[in-house]
Nanobody, 119 residues
């Protein structure tokens, strides 16, 4: 089992910045986590990929956040970060951390953290 705990959400004005953090834990299991990422879900919309990063550091981003968001990862601490700059009201959503475990081919999800951007 893998547990994911997110932090760092909140209320910010348009143009502002926030950093989200997701810590993974779970004895033995966390070492087989390959890709970690962030997804978001706004009211009335489907969950969508924001950004993800492999253990080796390869990244990909949704077109809507390219150039504004940066995902990074500390493999020694099993933490993934999402630095969000130049935030827009349309970035308002619940942001969920995701981890993919290669040994079980299973996805794990965090509870989510609310990000609200006011105009």
């Amino acid at each position: 089992q893998v547990q994911l705990v997110e932090s760092g959400g909140g209320l910010v004005q348009a143009g502002g910045s926030l950093t989200l953090e997701c810590a993974a834990s779970g004895s033995g299991s966390i070492f087989s986590i390959t890709t970690m990422g962030w997804y978001r879900q706004a009211p009335g919309k489907q969950r969508e990929l924001v950004a993800r990063i492999t253990r080796g550091g390869n990244t990909n981003y949704a077109d809507s956040v390219k150039g504004r968001f940066t995902i990074s990862r500390d493999n020694t601490k099993n933490i993934v970060y999402l630095q969000m700059n130049s935030l827009k009201p349309e970035d308002t959503a619940v942001y969920h951390c995701n981890a993919f475990q290669s040994t079980t081919q299973r996805d794990y999800w965090g509870q989510g953290t609310q990000v609200t951007v006011s105009s």
